[in-house]
């Protein structure tokens, strides 16, 4: 069975940084793109992240590149997202979410973890 | 990269159909058939019910089925039941080498 466990989330003041990190099992991880998606308190979805297999591929929404790192352990399994220059609009819960098939396009995410929330403010 | 538009709610009787459309540009929905609907359960994760526009992962009920002409995409939810009230959600690839949400359909089960 497919399992992605999120942690690391938390409160954070503005201009501050955090890691999460997505603990993966059930499958082989190395072998798929892994992405993060999040979503702000009442609000829709807003993907920022995804990163291929063997680190290959890296991509990121404009709202966050420059501030969001992702990285990916593959002996691990597990995913991470450095977060850093925080904002209050950063405030959402932090999904992560593996992509349908193997491969390096940006599109289908069959399971998702639980999610992690981070709250930005002073 | 704009969100793509979707309709705030849509609401229906339990077996009826509903559809709910989800407009882009020709950066994405136009150009591409990298499109999925997400169903979401308040505090629940999303859960993925059709990929590359008609397709549906194992498990999923044939009740939802989805389309795409030129910008836009469409879900339909046949013989409506009390389970689908939930919020939907559209994706699809885009130019810029990005994925892209929908602002999100709150369907309501009369």
């Known amino acids: 069975e497919v399992q992605l466990v999120e942690s690391g989330g938390g409160l954070v003041k503005p201009g501050g940084s955090l890691r999460l990190s997505c603990a993966a099992s059930?499958?082989?991880?190395?072998?798929?793109?892994m992405n993060w998606v999040r979503q702000a308190p009442g609000k829709g979805l807003e993907w920022i992240s995804s990163?291929?297999?063997?680190?290959?591929?890296?991509y990121y929404a404009d709202s966050v590149k420059g501030r969001l790192t992702v990285s990916r352990d593959n002996a691990k399994n597990s995913l991470y997202l450095q977060m850093n220059s925080l904002r209050a609009e950063d405030t959402a819960v932090y999904y992560c979410a593996k992509r349908l098939s193997t491969g390096t396009s940006l599109d289908y995410f069959d399971h998702w973890g639980q999610g992690t929330l981070v709250t930005v403010s002073s | 990269q704009s969100a793509l538009t979707q309709p705030a709610s849509v609401s229906g009787s339990p077996g009826q159909s509903i559809t709910i459309s989800c407009i882009g540009s020709n950066s994405d929905l136009g150009a591409y058939s990298y499109v999925s609907w997400y169903q979401q359960h308040p505090g629940k994760a999303p859960k993925l019910l059709i990929y590359y526009v008609t397709y549906r992962p194992s498990g999923v009920s044939n009740r939802f089925s989805g389309s795409k002409s030129g910008n836009t995409a469409s879900l339909t939810i046949s013989g409506l039941q009390a389970e689908d009230e939930a919020d939907y959600y559209c994706s699809s690839f885009t130019s810029s080498s990005t994925l892209v949400f929908g602002g999100g359909t709150k369907v309501t089960v009369l």
């Open positions: 059930g499958f082989t991880f190395s072998s798929y793109m």
């Open positions: 990163i291929g297999g063997d680190d290959g591929f890296i």
